[in-house]
């Protein structure tokens, strides 16, 4: 791989870092403020509500302009927002625009690749940026349970800068400081992602244009036999993904005992799995292969239903790991294909926008059903049951939609030149 390749991956792993880490540090500053249990998955709603409304212009912006400096103003939208909950905004909306910064920053970290890589290097490339990014959720999510720790934060709050004064007299202060800082670290590694030299459209000025373009790639990529599939593939991983987090949280503090620190140290170690598959993936999967690896979904979403019947951590861990491990090793093959797929049929930018549209929609419609869920107090184990089942029913459908598009059109898929 190029040097380039490991700055993209350094500014990405900080970035995701400080998401990770301040989620959780906005989980407890809403359990500080005595906020209904039903607000913390709306934390999520409210972050990625921009993906879904923005679609349309974020792929156009991250298009007409380097990719670093599209990755460098994201990053700056992520501290003003990061420094919002530092002086006392609503946790929901200051991370609604954290959110804003992570919409216009996700087409230019995932269009940098194919701009930056040949396809041939696409799986790889994804394998290491997923592995990184779920390494980044991991001490993202274990740093945010750390800050959050009475007896390690009243130790770092005790330190004495000489002849300066921070400011940052509480907790949660001094959590959101320390994830400003990963926030900073990001925007300098961003400063050094190399131009790929790939010519920029200027930015249409006309908003109605762009909603048109955007829903002329939308409709493009569905119809797209190889590109509806990999889509469909993400859409329900991503959603599933984010859902799970909350699932994850609440289980192991009814079926556990577990407090949120060390409850969401858990939701690292799915993320351990979720590595452990990216890196499998990227070693055994070629482009070719991608779509082999669908009927993972399936097992994924019945492996699920397992955690019902588990209440001691020696045993939550492992099963953790292989839910991870199989979410990461059918998502980052999908994942390469759906780029490779947009990239051909509409340029890099375009195409990611018209991926987080779909997958954040996703995550806007399950978050907001395991809302109402929590809203109606329906136990944790009638969650997992539906969502377990859901995961896999979905996935069925899809490999399904797969085989008939096989019967269908049963000519050979030639990568290589971007015809099937």
């Known amino acids: 791989m190029p040097f380039g390749f490991y700055l993209i991956m350094a500014a990405q792993f900080f970035s995701a870092l400080a998401d990770n880490a301040l989620l959780i540090v906005a989980i407890a500053a809403l359990r500080e403020m005595h906020a209904p249990s039903a607000y913390e998955?709306?934390?999520?709603?409210?972050?990625?509500?921009?993906?879904?409304g923005l679609a349309a212009f974020v792929g156009a912006f991250a298009d007409s302009m380097p990719k670093w400096r599209v990755m460098f103003i994201s990053n700056t939208i992520k501290i003003i927002g990061c420094?919002?909950?530092?002086?006392?905004?609503?946790?929901?909306?200051?991370?609604?625009?954290?959110?804003?910064?992570?919409?216009?920053?996700?087409?230019?970290?995932?269009?940098?690749?194919?701009?930056?890589?040949?396809?041939?290097l696409l799986v790889v490339a994804n394998g290491w940026i997923e592995g990184l990014t779920v390494g980044a959720i991991i001490l993202g999510v274990l740093i945010g349970g750390v800050l959050i720790q009475p007896s390690i934060a009243q130790n770092l709050l005790s330190f004495?800068?000489?002849?300066?004064?921070?400011?940052?007299?509480?907790?949660?202060?001094?959590?959101?400081?320390?994830?400003?800082?990963?926030?900073?670290?990001?925007?300098?590694?961003?400063?050094?992602?190399?131009?790929?030299?790939?010519?920029?459209?200027?930015?249409?000025?006309?908003?109605?244009?762009?909603?048109?373009?955007?829903?002329?790639?939308?409709?493009?990529?569905?119809?797209?036999?190889?590109?509806?599939?990999?889509?469909?593939?993400?859409?329900?991983?991503?959603?599933?993904?984010?859902?799970l987090q909350f699932i994850v949280i609440k289980w192991a503090e009814v079926a556990l005992k577990l407090d949120l620190s060390k409850a969401s140290m858990l939701q690292g170690v799915v993320a351990v799995g979720v590595a452990l598959g990216a890196i499998g993936a990227a070693r055994m999967i070629t482009l070719r292969k991608s779509l082999r690896v669908i009927p993972l979904g399936i097992a994924m979403g019945l492996i699920v239903l397992v955690m019902n019947f588990v209440q001691h951590i020696w045993l939550a861990v492992p099963l953790l790991i292989i839910i991870g491990a199989l979410?990461?090793?059918?998502?980052?093959?999908?994942?390469?294909?759906?780029?490779?797929?947009?990239?051909?049929?509409?340029?890099?930018?375009?195409?990611?926008?018209?991926?987080?549209?779909?997958?954040?929609?996703?995550?806007?419609?399950?978050?907001?059903?395991y809302y109402l869920m929590v809203k109606i107090d329906l136990?944790?184990?009638?969650?997992?049951?539906?969502?377990?089942?859901?995961?896999?029913?979905?996935?069925?459908?899809?490999?399904?939609?797969?085989?008939?598009?096989?019967?269908?059109?049963?000519?050979?898929i030639h990568l290589d030149d971007g015809t099937h």
């Open 41 to 52: 998955p709306l934390l999520k709603t409210f972050f990625t509500v921009s993906y879904v």
């Open 83 to 120: 420094g919002m909950m530092f002086f006392s905004v609503h946790p929901l909306l200051a991370y609604a625009v954290v959110g804003l910064g992570a919409a216009a920053y996700s087409p230019a970290k995932y269009g940098i690749l194919t701009e930056y890589l040949p396809h041939r």
């Open 160 to 243: 004495d800068f000489p002849y300066i004064d921070t400011g940052v007299e509480t907790i949660s202060e001094m959590a959101i400081s320390f994830v400003g800082g990963f926030y900073m670290l990001a925007s300098v590694f961003n400063l050094y992602v190399p131009d790929t030299g790939v010519d920029h459209k200027a930015l249409h000025k006309n908003p109605w244009y762009l909603i048109r373009e955007f829903n002329h790639c939308l409709a493009l990529l569905w119809r797209d036999r190889l590109g509806q599939i990999s889509l469909a593939v993400t859409t329900l991983f991503w959603g599933a993904g984010a859902t």
């Open 327 to 369: 979410s990461g090793f059918f998502v980052v093959p999908m994942n390469a294909l759906l780029q490779h797929r947009g990239h051909i049929l509409m340029g890099a930018g375009h195409s990611i926008a018209v991926q987080n549209f779909n997958e954040n929609l996703s995550i806007l419609m399950m978050t907001g059903l």
């Open 379 to 412: 136990s944790i184990y009638w969650v997992i049951t539906l969502f377990g089942l859901f995961v896999s029913a979905s996935m069925l459908l899809v490999k399904r939609r797969h085989e008939a598009n096989q019967r269908e059109h049963d000519d050979v």
